[in-house]
């Protein structure tokens, strides 16, 4: 099972993100407790990973919003060899369609490898970085999602 695979007797083990100047609202969001993407101040189309400029206008009229932390998993994998650094068992590394409509890369916790399916329906919890920093990762919420 994936839960505490970040963690070593009840402390945390996960790398620190690095922050940089376009990350910086997403992970003092995460932080927070709130999963943050960026939207468009021009076009309003919601993207992430984090950037200097909106992918679709090219405007840099961005502002950060707080996603309500909802979606599915799109693929995923579980990376064996080489072992996870800051991993004391093999994480599920997961792509996850957000409501809000963009993809991002998290962990998936608190279920057996072997019940991972693309298509289940997830939502945002925060795990503990060795530093006292925040990251965001999902939950399986309910059964798969009919496509």
Known sequence: MADDAS????????????VTVDSSAFWAGADRGELIIQQCGDCTTFYHPPRPMCPKCHTTAM????????GTIYSYCIPIHPPSFGFAAPPIV?????EEG?????????????????????????????????????RVTTKKKAR
Do not use: C, M, W
């Not at 997961?94 to 957000?98: H, T």
């Not at 399916?117 to 925040?134: A, D, I």
């Open 102 to 138: 963009v993809r991002i890369v998290s962990n998936v916790v608190g279920i057996e490898y072997e019940k991972v399916t693309n298509g289940l329906k997830v939502e945002v919890e925060f795990e503990p970085t060795e530093g006292g920093h925040q990251v965001p990762v999902f």
């Open 94 to 98: 997961a792509l996850i369609d957000l």
């Open 7 to 18: 963690l070593r007797g009840g402390v945390a083990t996960r790398p620190d993100p690095i």
């Open 63 to 70: 502002r950060p919003v707080k996603a309500n932390g909802r």
